[in-house]
């Protein structure tokens, strides 16, 4: 038995919560995770998992192994991140999950300056609006705008995104352009974001001297995603509320106007987020560093971003992130 491979094995099966989603993250077929547990439970004579036919459970010695096989992981982790650290060149597989106009309009334009700086690391890029979980998914960080809600994960700002309210000049001429926000309730045809996580469309919000209005109506069209939300918008299908970013080339070109300006709610904080459980390898620690530095100018309505120097300030504690 190759007790290092049963012992990642088994630790994999631990965070997905079931043999599948562990061999799908260990590039693994599930007769050889499940292989890897049983030669390992043998080894050690006790069961560390309940198996039914619904869920696997973690007994009292597996949550005991469990603690203590983690340990062993990422002094070995260290010990590698310690070799890599002196040749300079941090190394490994990095998973990223980041939402969809976010992976286009910021980070991607930005990707080619982290591959040339560090091109031993190697990039799964996961692209959606979805929530994920970063422990069973599988997942180093993710990048995502709004409100934390879960202490169990750590946040580092990256920056804020002003949110702009938009349409088609043929929308305008149509329906005609609103002043104030309620006039959004009298015919206006509106394209709301929907939620992935909670199927609700997320509401329009205005905010000028301090005084705050949300706009509930019940929309034309609602999209769960944020590239094909601003494309409804785009085809004249109605008025959005989106990242000034994101619509940056369609401002320009004259495709869409921004409304009701004046208006504009309070910027949206966005963060990179990672578990508090999982252990900062040097790959992943250099990735949010480079964030740091070049994300928050490329946030800003899709400038091309400044050089600066990172401050590197200590991540702290904060809520989970919600899939915006």
């Given at each position: 038995m190759d007790q290092l491979l049963a012992m990642r094995a088994f630790a994999r099966v631990v965070e997905a919560g079931g043999f599948t989603r562990?061999?799908?993250?260990?590039?693994?077929?599930?007769?050889?995770?499940?292989?890897?547990?049983?030669?390992?439970?043998?080894?050690?004579?006790?069961?560390?998992?309940?198996?039914?036919?619904?869920?696997?459970?973690?007994?009292?010695?597996?949550?005991?192994?469990?603690?203590?096989?983690?340990?062993?992981?990422?002094?070995?982790?260290?010990?590698?991140?310690?070799?890599?650290?002196?040749?300079?060149?941090?190394?490994?597989?990095?998973?990223?999950?980041?939402?969809?106009?976010?992976?286009?309009?910021?980070?991607?334009?930005?990707?080619?300056?982290?591959?040339?700086?560090?091109?031993?690391?190697?990039?799964?890029?996961?692209?959606?609006?979805?929530?994920?979980?970063?422990?069973?998914?599988?997942?180093?960080?993710?990048?995502?705008?709004?409100?934390?809600d879960s202490s169990t994960l750590v946040a580092r700002h990256l920056g804020d995104a002003a949110l702009i309210t938009c349409a088609t000049p043929g929308y305008l001429r149509q329906y005609g352009t609103p002043a104030y926000p309620e006039e959004l309730k009298n015919g206006h045809r509106l394209v709301s974001y929907v939620s992935s996580q909670t199927s609700r469309a997320v509401p329009f919000r205005f905010e000028r001297r301090g005084e705050k209005t949300e706009i509930k109506v019940e929309h034309r069209i609602g999209v769960n995603e944020s590239n094909a939300h601003l494309a409804a918008?785009?085809?004249?299908?109605?008025?959005?509320?989106?990242?000034?970013?994101?619509?940056?080339?369609?401002?320009?070109?004259?495709?869409?106007?921004?409304?009701?300006?004046?208006?504009?709610?309070?910027?949206?904080?966005?963060?990179?987020?990672?578990?508090?459980?999982?252990?900062?390898?040097h790959r992943l620690r250099v990735f949010v560093d480079w964030l740091a530095e070049v994300f928050p100018a490329r946030l800003n309505e899709g400038k091309a971003p400044a050089k600066a120097v990172s401050s590197n300030p200590q991540p702290r504690v904060r809520r989970a992130v919600r899939a915006g």
């Open positions: 562990a061999a799908d993250s260990l590039d693994m077929p599930i007769a050889t995770v499940s292989k890897l547990v049983r030669d390992l439970e043998a080894h050690l004579g006790v069961s560390l998992l309940q198996r039914t036919t619904r869920r696997v459970t973690v007994t009292p010695e597996g949550q005991d192994y469990y603690a203590k096989c983690t340990r062993v992981l990422r002094d070995l982790e260290d010990i590698d991140a310690s070799f890599n650290l002196a040749r300079g060149k941090p190394r490994g597989h990095l998973r990223i999950d980041v939402g969809g106009s976010t992976a286009r309009d910021v980070l991607i334009p930005l990707l080619p300056d982290f591959v040339a700086r560090y091109p031993d690391i190697r990039i799964d890029l996961g692209v959606s609006d979805r929530s994920v979980d970063l422990i069973g998914d599988n997942v180093d960080c993710v990048i995502r705008g709004g409100p934390l918008c785009v085809a004249g299908l109605g008025i959005v509320q989106t990242f000034a970013y994101a619509a940056a080339s369609s401002l320009r070109d004259g495709s869409l106007v921004e409304i009701l300006k004046p208006w504009r709610p309070a910027s949206y904080p966005f963060h990179v987020v990672y578990p508090q459980t999982r252990h900062v390898t």
